[in-house]
């Protein structure tokens, strides 16, 4: 489980994804890292990146 300090900068991070805006390298590894260890995490980079995000990671 996550500290709402974190689900928040989890979902303002997806937030300015899905809205092209930008996002730091550090961000984008923050979330990766996440997303390996919770399937939630997972689940939101997903939905906000589209399947073929998740596509070209696991190629």
Do not use: C, H
């Amino acid at each position: 489980m996550f500290s709402t300090t974190t689900r928040i900068k989890i979902k303002e991070i997806l937030n300015r994804i899905e809205n092209n805006q930008s996002v730091t390298l550090e961000e984008r590894i923050y979330l990766n890292k996440l997303s390996n260890v919770s399937s939630v995490v997972s689940g939101w980079v997903n939905s906000s990146l589209g399947p073929e995000a998740s596509s070209i990671d696991n190629d």
